[in-house]
């Protein structure tokens, strides 16, 4: 067994920390605060091939191994967990699909602009009354002649309003059971019928917009449709079972910038004449922040060594989006403590630290979903 | 043409500690690219891709200079190739004897138009190598250089002087040091971190070299901290600005400060 990254992931973790610290961290507080989405990171983070670092570089991707897109999702969310968001729903949730179910046509026409960073995708499966039951969606698209014709709605769905190609599920057999009948296209952002609801108002990742989105007889091709027909809960879960590594990923970095914070602050405050950092009782809870967030790591890269491998993952994905999750919320707790009274403030990170890392136990899966996917997995 | 960038692989004084002694300890301190060395690659790079010159790497040092990691992050900057030359008894080397190692592989390479460095390197500071190594090797050196164009025979060099800048025609080969700011590096892309390790890399045994014996040896035979000048502790007690300000210059004045 070998735990040593190589060379060139080393050199994707201090390449994207220098980037982070330099582009993102000075910025993200502020998009925070006025809930801005950090649209002129983006154009840097194409320039660096961040926006599509798995795929081959054929199609305008970095041609990295998926151990390498974690590390540099990681120290992107260290910087800031909006642009972390933003990075994964874009090369994951929405460029994936297309990669894996695409006809030959769909990726010479989408996957080099989506790779290269030049064109944003979004990926809208969670529906008002469909979120952990996705089977459950309303949205529906019929057939009509050589084109499908899209109605209902869809919600929380990251990278909307800057996004300009869009992976949409709906139901083309609306009477089908279950998780049959669902459907995936992609549609592109000016097409007739579509629109861009208002954002919401979140408690953390404020800078990355999340409107819901309108179809009302949105008229798409035939050849938008990805995969076959009935092939889109399919579609949907394969891509979440990447997705899931990717805000593991996330939530390491919002943990590690939350460690590191609480590290900092524990050396200089000073109370009863000396550093916190020298109290057992603070020593004792950084310790549990890097053993957990060490736990959590080993638990991301494995997963992702295991698609680099060719090895199942769905598992060990699931494994690592709960206990990364769970642990950056924990961390980002156990940083304001430390903080005491200012880290309540606004004035240091950590409570947005705390603010942001909640989301990654809820999107892409709640942590009751992973722990449904692990039971199952378990239980076999 | 050929142009040589000397980089440094050290470690970074930021992750250095203090003992209470004075004594820095580098053993946690990770290593990297000297800071000030990617700006020499840069303005290099840029020169290299006006004149479809190759850009070759160099490095010389102890046991770590020479690892695949340290010559592909060096190689993910933009350079074509690297010549390293890695020798524990380079341990704790002076920057005149690492200078002529230095030289000696620039000749070994043969046919170098120019040498480009950082500034000075980010553990040491002395700003003593490309002075040296111009020595060494009989060309002109230029210091703060700011930019650099034309061909070689006839290239023009801006440089940063005292109150403005100026400008400089070199008709044969130098070594330039480029100030700390010349310009922005710019950080790799995933692409070049690839790449970098399909760059040729020639390792060069020191005893293969030929380095003429240094004529004088410098030993760093002491270390102290800057001495601390005595604090006045002097508070202006004001809640007037206009008359703290009046204060403050009128206290300036009277140590001479203004």
Known sequence: MDFELTDEQELVRSTVREFAEAELAPVAGEIDRDHRFPEEVLPKMAGMNLMGMPYPEEYGGAGTDYVSYMIALEEVSRGCATTGVIMTAHTTLATFPIYKFGSQ???????????????????????????????????????????????????????????????VFAKTDPDAQGTRGMSAF???????????????????????????????????????????EGQGFKIAMQTLDGGRIGIGAQALGIAQAALDAAVAYAKERVQFGKPIAS????????????????????LVYRAASNIDH???????????????????????????????????????????????????????????????VIARAALR | MKIVVAY?????????????????????????????????????????????????????GAKGVGTPLAAKAALSRGLDRAVIVEDDSLKGAGQAELAAVVAAVVRRIGDVDLVITGDSSVDVAAKMVPTVLAGELGWPAVAEVTDVTGQPGALRVGRAVPGGAQVLEISGPAVLATSADATTPHVPGMKDLLAAGKKPVEHVDLAAL???????????????????????????????????AAELVKALREVGAL
């Open chain 1, 105 to 167: 046509a769909q990726k010479d026409k989408y996957l080099s602009d989506m790779a290269s960073g030049r064109r944003l995708g979004a990926f809208a499966l969670t529906e008002p009354a469909a979120g952990t039951d996705a089977a459950a969606g309303t949205c529906t698209a019929i057939r009509k002649d050589n084109s499908y014709v899209l109605n209902g709605s869809k919600i929380f769905i990251s990278n909307a309003p800057f996004a300009e190609i869009y992976i």
């Open chain 1, 279 to 298: 109290l057992q009782a603070i020593q004792w809870m950084i310790a549990d922040m890097a053993t957990s967030i060490d736990a959590a790591r080993l």
């Open chain 1, 186 to 228: 992609i549609v592109e952002r000016d097409t007739p019928g579509f629109s861009v609801g208002e954002a919401e108002h979140k408690l953390g990742i404020r800078g990355s917009s999340t409107p819901p989105l309108y179809f009302t007889n949105c008229q798409v091709p035939a050849d938008a449709l990805l995969g076959q």
């Open chain 2, 210 to 244: 030929d380095v003429p014996a240094s004529s004088a040896v410098m030993t760093i035979t002491g270390r102290a901290r800057p001495a601390r000048k005595e604090r006045k502790h002097q508070l202006l007690d004001t809640s007037d600005p206009a008359e703290a």
């Open chain 1, 310 to 372: 060719g090895f199942p993952y769905s598992t060990e994905g699931a494994m690592a989006k709960l206990f990364a999750s769970e642990t950056a919320t924990r961390v980002a707790d156990r940083a304001i403590q430390i903080h005491g009274g200012y880290g309540y403030t606004e004035s240091y990170p950590v409570e947005r630290h705390y603010r942001d890392a909640k989301i990654t136990e809820l999107y892409e899966g709640t942590s009751e979903v992973q722990r449904m």
């Open chain 2, 8 to 60: 440094k692989w050290t470690s970074d004084p930021e992750e250095a500690t203090v003992g209470a002694d004075g004594v820095v300890n580098w053993s946690r301190a990770r290593p990297g690219i000297s800071t000030y060395d990617p700006v020499a690659i840069e303005v290099a790079r840029g020169l290299a891709a006006a004149t479809s010159a190759e850009l070759i790497g160099v490095t010389v």
